[in-house]
């Protein structure tokens, strides 16, 4: 079965600062990989994807991830961070064989001023 | 605009309740889901469906049930069988089955 860790349950960086959110998976074939958004009492909104190609991928509000087959991982990045990115951030995977998502437990970003 | 509307935002269920949430889109994908969010447990699929009048379990489908009548329409009844309905209760559609898009959530509360 697959499945999704993201190690960070909370993260706090300064405005301005660069940031990465870890993400690992584990799943036999290639997967299809997501990154979403969730601020408060809110849905989730879509960042970026991989399906194939090119292994680093831009998504919206300047972010980006980058695919490692080696390391199963698909970490998301952000060169510098703005006080509104602060909210909670989801990895999800999906198989190929259907349209089933597995999400990982979040990683709540704070940004200080 | 396109997208997927969740009602009510806030709902409350009293002991030996059903409640029904509903979950309307207007973006003509196929495929709707349900999830259920608890603090920390990130999303748990609940229910699919890829087509009308067709839907599939998910991870945690006992005490829920649903519907799909409607292309359009994907309704959830929580029903008195499920002992711990408090959470946050997201709907999703997709097209191809990728991705999934998201509507705003309902919480539900017990009495």
């Known amino acids: 079965a697959q499945s999704v860790t993201q190690p960070d349950i909370h993260i706090t960086v300064s405005e301005g600062a660069s940031l990465e959110l870890r993400c690992n998976y584990s799943?036999?074939?290639?997967?299809?990989l997501f990154w979403y958004v969730q601020s408060p009492g809110q849905g989730l909104q879509l960042l970026l994807k991989?399906?194939?190609?090119?292994?680093l991928v831009q998504g919206i509000k300047g972010f980006e991830a980058e695919f490692k087959r080696s390391q199963s991982s698909f970490n998301l990045r952000k060169p510098s961070v703005h006080w509104s990115d602060a909210a909670e951030y989801f990895c999800?995977?999906?198989?190929?064989?259907?349209?089933?998502?597995?999400f990982g437990g979040g990683t709540r970003l704070m940004v200080k001023p | 605009d396109g997208g997927i509307t969740q009602s009510p935002k806030y709902l409350f269920r009293k002991e030996g309740q059903n409640v029904t949430l509903s979950c309307e889109q207007n973006?003509?994908?196929?495929?709707m889901y349900w999830y259920r969010q608890d603090p920390g447990q990130g999303l748990r699929l609940i229910y699919y469906?890829?087509?009308?009048?067709?839907?599939q379990k998910g991870d945690i489908a006992e005490g829920y049930s649903v519907s799909r009548e409607k292309k359009e329409s994907f309704p959830l009844t929580v029903t008195s069988a499920q002992k711990n309905p408090t959470a946050f209760y997201l709907c999703?559609?997709?097209?191809?089955?990728?991705?999934?898009?998201f509507g705003d959530g309902t919480r539900l509360s017990i009495l």
């Open positions: 469906s890829q087509i009308v009048n067709d839907f």
């Open positions: 999703a559609s997709s097209a191809d089955p990728w991705p999934q898009h």
């Open positions: 991989y399906f194939s190609g090119d292994t």
């Open positions: 999800a995977v999906g198989e190929s064989a259907g349209n089933m998502l597995t």
């Open positions: 973006l003509n994908h196929d495929a």
């Open positions: 799943y036999g074939a290639t997967p299809y």
